[in-house]
T-cell receptor
Framework: DAGVIQSPRHEVTEMGQEVTLRCKPISGHDYLFWYRQTMMRGLELLIYFNNNVPIDDSGMPEDRFSAKMPNASFSTLKIQPSEPRDSAVYFCASKGTSAETQYFGPGTRLLVL | GESVGLHLPTLSVQEGDNSIINCAYS??????FIWYKQESGKGPQFIID?????DKRQGQRVTVLLNKTVKHLSLQIAATQPGDSAVYFC???????????FGRGTSLIVHP
């Protein structure tokens, strides 16, 4: 089992640029979660999908953030335009319907200069 | 314990010692609890879980204890090894919700 796959693993960009983070959930999992982790705020839920449909995006910081899930095996989190305060580690996680446990990917470490 | 500020609480132990990591959860309606381990540069990894109808659950070298009266959760690691060095998070979830609430984490450092 490949686990949750995220790309890129590291991203360094300049303020104002568009950033796209990608996630492939575990096959068969129908829930997908995007989290952001910082020292200041810990692990924060940004948005989650069920069967490719966004269910709760109340954690998305502002309109600069958007997420899509065009199919069961792929999701993106986009930041446009990026700002230095967006620097964080972004995690994708997935779980199956009957399971309680979320499985996390390795994360994307984003640095916005 | 849980962190309030910028710095994670840290527990330093010697290899071979038993470790106890504590967590105070916030919602008395929470009925499911999870411990995650996060190694440097990696995502959180599930260790063990417990439901609110239990007080104790054991895994391989790990035991989770739940005290609902004082809303306290602990993770005990037996014979701690250097590979156990990581940040440990507790998470709580209310029945019917798909979203756990994560604590701030405790850093465990195991000295050889």
């Amino acid at each position: 089992d490949a686990g949750v796959i995220q790309s890129p693993r590291h991203e360094v960009t300049e303020m104002g640029q568009e950033v796209t983070l990608r996630c492939k959930p575990i096959s068969g999992h129908d829930y997908l979660f995007w989290y952001r982790q910082t020292m200041m705020r810990g692990l924060e839920l940004l948005i989650y999908f069920n069967n490719n449909v966004p269910i709760d995006d109340s954690g998305m910081p502002e309109d600069r953030f958007s997420a899509k899930m065009p199919n069961a095996s792929f999701s993106t989190l986009k930041i446009q335009p990026s700002e230095p305060r967006d620097s964080a580690v972004y995690f994708c996680a997935s779980k199956g319907t009957s399971a309680e446990t979320q499985y996390f990917g390795p994360g994307t470490r984003l640095l916005v200069l | 314990g849980e962190s309030v500020g910028l710095h994670l609480p840290t527990l330093s132990v010697q290899e071979g010692d038993n470790s106890i990591i504590n967590c105070a959860y916030s919602n008395s309606a929470s009925d499911y609890f999870i411990w995650y381990k996060q190694e440097s540069g990696k995502g959180p990894q599930f260790i063990i879980d417990i439901r609110s109808n239990m007080d104790k659950r054991q895994g391989q070298r790990v035991t989770v204890l739940l005290n609902k009266t004082v809303k306290h959760l602990s993770l005990q690691i037996a014979a701690t090894q250097p590979g156990d060095s990581a940040v440990y998070f507790c998470a709580e979830k209310v029945g019917g919700s798909y979203i756990p609430t994560f604590g701030r984490g405790t850093s465990l450092i195991v000295h050889p």
